[in-house]
T-cell receptor
Framework: AQKITQTQPGMFVQEKEAVTLDCTYD???????LFWYKQPSSGEMIFLIY??????QNATEGRYSLNFQKARKSANLVISASQLGDSAMYFC??????????????FGKGTLLTVNP | DTGVSQNPRHKITKRGQNVTFRCDPI?????LYWYRQTLGQGPEFLTY????????KSRLLSDRFSAERPKGSFSTLEIQRTEQGDSAMYLC?????????????FGPGTRLTVL
């Protein structure tokens, strides 16, 4: 089974509008972390936001917020007030186990976001 | 704070040749990771170092692949007898162990094309 599922291969949004990128995950480990990365056409992966499995509140970082629904095993990324520079691939990733003892990330296939002027 | 750097950025080689890539992590980071990303996919874990020790290798890392991290600083990834299926983006990342969530910082990648 896929550990990380991103069901939207591509999404379009108008500049200044909000957009939600979907991510569902599968793990039996009670301790895990969820990450979102942005990958522009230049190729570099840019860290956006993190949510730990024990975090009580949804993570926020500037225009990015994570809609974490633990029972549904979903961790959707919400980008508010989209900008043209937000056009990129977005990857959801999971680390199973505690951060100090575990390490590797498992990525989804990504969602290509296009922001239209 | 200089980021993770990778060299070369692009490599074109003929099938059967050996290639070597280099990754320089963020200076104080003791963990270093290699991932491979093929077209239309997310990155896949290849191997991981804590300081100079290679602690895990994915089954994706065949015998033709070898990675080193001498002295726990930069790392090299060598592919021997390249095959067309090795064509991919090779990403390096580093992190600082025992940070609260062990965020990984990625380099720009080395794009390998095997003809």
């Amino acid at each position: 089974a896929q550990k990380i599922t991103q069901t939207q291969p591509g999404m379009f949004v108008q500049e200044k509008e909000a957009v939600t990128l979907d991510c569902t995950y599968d793990t039996s480990d009670p301790s895990y972390g969820l990450f979102w990365y942005k990958q522009p056409s230049s190729g570099e992966m840019i860290f956006l936001i993190y949510q730990g499995s024990y975090d009580q509140q949804n993570a926020t970082e500037g225009r990015y917020s994570l809609n974490f629904q633990k029972a549904r095993k979903s961790a959707n990324l919400v980008i508010s007030a989209s900008q043209l520079g937000d056009s990129a691939m977005y990857f959801c990733a999971m680390r199973e186990g505690r951060g100090g003892s575990n390490y590797k990330l498992t990525f989804g296939k990504g969602t290509l976001l296009t922001v239209n002027p | 704070d200089t980021g993770v750097s990778q060299n070369p950025r692009h490599k074109i080689t003929k099938r059967g040749q050996n290639v070597t890539f280099r990754c320089d992590p963020i200076s104080e980071h003791n963990r270093l990771y290699w991932y491979r990303q093929t077209l239309g996919q997310g990155p896949e874990f290849l191997t991981y170092f804590q300081n100079e020790a290679q602690l895990e290798k994915s089954r994706l890392l065949s015998d033709r692949f070898s990675a080193e991290r001498p002295k726990g600083s930069f790392s090299t990834l060598e592919i021997q007898r390249t095959e067309q299926g090795d064509s991919a983006m090779y990403l390096c990342a580093s992190s600082l162990a025992y940070r609260s969530y062990n965020e990984q910082f990625f380099g720009p990648g080395t794009r390998l094309t095997v003809l």
